[in-house]
């Protein structure tokens, strides 16, 4: 069973476009979101993470908005540039479990220049 | 500058064959992780090890075997390859807590003939 759902699978921008990209998940004990930002070739890379007390996060050009009443989470890339292209996932972690760190099945960010 | 490693980043192999895919890091992480990644799927747990000879079975059912006898180093081991083996596989490691990022390495891409 997918502990996150993640949408849309691929998504294509043009140059300072805002590409939004949505989670979801069901299980109540997640409390820390981290977003991964895969380039090809590469490994993931931690990008940002937000925890549900707060509804915002932003670290630069990239935000994070949270709805914890409606347990879905998304990526917002403000002023987007081809620098930006890259796979992007969404996670939710736990503090208990033995396995309590859940990946969305990510989304492939191409922004045209 | 990734301070994880992993050897080979291509590997081409025929049925049956035995192979080791290496990991090492120098951030002295106690806890360790492989992933497999497939296209457009989540990133699935196959191993993990909270420290020197302690490695446990993730979530995805997988076929390897894994070693913890040194904090660095966390190889993975698949006595018999087969094509269904073929995927990219990703060695990460962290700091202990619930919510330490994950540091990826830039992955292998395995593929049985």
């Known amino acids: 069973q997918q502990q996150v759902k993640q949408s849309p699978q691929s998504l294509i921008v043009q140059k300072g476009g805002i590409p939004i990209i949505n989670c979801a998940y069901e299980n109540t004990a997640f409390d820390y979101f981290p977003w991964y930002q895969q380039f090809p070739g590469k490994g993931p890379a931690l990008l940002i993470a937000?925890?549900?007390?707060?509804s915002e996060k932003k670290e630069g050009r990239f935000t994070i908005s949270f709805n914890k009443s409606a347990k879905q989470f998304s990526l917002h890339i403000m002023d987007s540039q081809p620098g930006d292209s890259a796979t992007y996932f969404c996670a939710a972690s736990k503090q208990t479990g033995a396995n309590n760190l859940f990946f969305g099945t990510g989304t492939r960010l191409t922004v045209i220049p | 500058e990734a301070d994880i490693y992993q050897t080979p980043r291509y590997l081409v192999i025929g049925t049956g064959k035995k192979i080791t895919l290496e990991c090492s890091q120098t951030m002295g992480h106690d806890k360790m992780y492989w992933y497999q990644q497939d296209p457009g799927m989540e990133l699935h747990l196959i191993h993990y090890s909270y420290g020197v000879n302690s490695t446990e079975k993730g979530d995805l059912s997988s076929e390897s075997t894994v070693s913890r006898i040194r904090t660095e180093h966390f190889p993975l081991t698949l006595e018999s390859a087969r094509p269904s083996h073929t995927s990219q596989y990703l060695c990460?490691?962290?700091?202990?807590?619930?919510?330490?990022?994950?540091?990826f390495g830039n992955g292998t891409r395995l593929t049985v003939t």
């Open positions: 990460a490691s962290s700091s202990p807590s619930y919510n330490s990022p994950l540091h």
């Open positions: 937000i925890r549900p007390d707060v």
